[in-house]
């Protein structure tokens, strides 16, 4: 007579007793947590935090570079370099006519600039200081011209820091057209007879101009 075995005994139920079933074996049951009772798995949600703070990060980043002030200022070059000044005329914020060519016979540093823009805000002051300093000589002469802003808020911007000089409105851009002025802060050093003979991007200072101001003098003398 054969004699009938037994089937294999089920291994989730084999288990001795006091011991646990071996971990995922258990049928109809999702993986247990690793040891220690810590899922390892990442939270859907920490990653989304995760990823969110890195774009805020990047985003933060980008903005300050967009925003940050140029250190100093640099001596560019320009097509206009050694040519006569493109013509310079119209009204000032002050609602007088202005034309740069009554000023013959005299340096001038041609200015432009931006109520909204941080580094004019910077320069400002040693604008103020030099216009101060050759007020009474009358040797050079600063003149602003108005670019990409309101009329009032550039001439806010230029009563609350005490300048005294002429600001030329370009309501159209024409005139920073003909000088190929990008973005402001931009600064032209105008000759005697009309030449220009120096351009410089970024931020000026009152010993800046004073020193580019001697070094041409001493070129055209």
Partial sequence: ?????????????????????AAGLATGSEPGPAAGGRDRRRPSHVVRLVAVGVLVVAAALVALLATRQPATVVEADTPLLGKPAPPLSGTTLAGRSFDMSSLRGRWVFVNFFASWCP??????????????????????????????????????????????????????????????VRGPPETFLVSPDGVVTAHFDGPVTSAGLDSWLAEAQREDA
């Fill in 1 to 21: 007579m054969t004699s009938v075995t037994d089937p294999a005994p089920d291994r989730a139920s084999a288990a001795e007793p006091g011991q646990e079933p």
């Fill in 119 to 180: 580094p004019c805000q910077q320069e400002e002051p040693g604008l103020v200081a030099f216009a101060s300093q050759h007020r009474s000589a009358g040797d050079v002469v600063l003149v602003g011209v108005v670019f990409d802003d309101a009329d009032s808020s550039a001439r806010r911007f230029l009563a609350q820091s005490g300048a005294a000089w002429p600001a030329v409105t370009d309501p159209d851009g024409q005139i920073a057209l003909d000088y190929g």
